[in-house]
């Protein structure tokens, strides 16, 4: 938009103010675009450096978690094994006589 002014006319003045004004705002509004946009890529890093933290502490929660369902798993075994039913002497013949008559049968 071009403005074309007398200069004789007595509004000059105010018109020329109001133009260095509006100049001023414009160049403020872009300084706030602009600090905008610089804010938002800070609080974008913040808030992935954030998501990053609580992924890792969940990651960890479930690491330990897991950690700790393999020992309780490993112990269960180990009782079962340790505290389980053996063979006695007599029950150890028997299955050997057992395994040799498969084994005959299955050759026949």
Sequence with gaps: MKVTL??????VPFFMELMKNLDFVHAMKEEKATSKK??????????D??????????KEAWDQ????EKKEKLNKLQTLL???????DD??????KMR????????N
């Design 6 to 11: 007398d200069i004789k006319d007595s509004k």
């Design 49 to 58: 450096e954030f998501l990053d933290k609580e992924i890792s502490k969940i």
């Design 65 to 68: 978690k897991t950690a700790d």
């Design 100 to 107: 040799n008559r498969f084994n005959a049968w299955r050759q």
């Design 82 to 88: 340790l505290q389980g039913p053996v063979m006695d």
């Design 38 to 47: 610089a804010d938002v890529n800070h609080k974008s890093k913040k808030k």
């Design 91 to 96: 029950q150890y013949e028997e299955y050997k």
